[in-house]
């Protein structure tokens, strides 16, 4: 499987954006799908994920601002990031595993300006 993020940029505080993870697979086999995201000196952490059935979940600085969808039809996965603060500034990197194994995008840099 091969993931492909794109949607990062730079963006004022109170901005949007809206994050995409191209699948080469069919996403609707896969067990569940995630975005992860990583700010300079720290470790990468869950920001929200959605399971086959679409059950989703949520970090809790992001809960109620971000929102994770999957398109089984164009096999992709979209992150909503409404009312961004500079704190969401990071390496979002989308992940999915299948099961048999799991598999990472390459990151998309999403930069917050106050």
């Known amino acids: 499987v091969q993931l492909q993020a794109s949607g990062g940029g730079l963006v004022q505080a109170g901005g949007s954006l809206r994050l995409s993870c191209a699948a080469s697979g069919r996403i609707a086999s896969f067990d569940s799908m995630a975005w992860y995201r990583q700010a300079p000196g720290k470790q990468r952490d869950m920001v929200a994920f959605i399971s086959r059935l679409g059950v989703t979940t949520y970090a809790d600085s992001v809960r109620g601002r971000f929102t994770i969808s999957r398109d089984n039809a164009e096999n992709t996965m979209y992150l909503q990031m409404n009312s961004l603060k500079p704190e969401d500034t990071a390496v979002y990197y989308c992940?999915?595993?299948?099961?048999?194994?799991?598999?990472w995008g390459q990151g998309t840099l999403v930069t917050v300006s106050s």
């Open positions: 992940y999915v595993n299948r099961g048999v194994g799991s598999y």
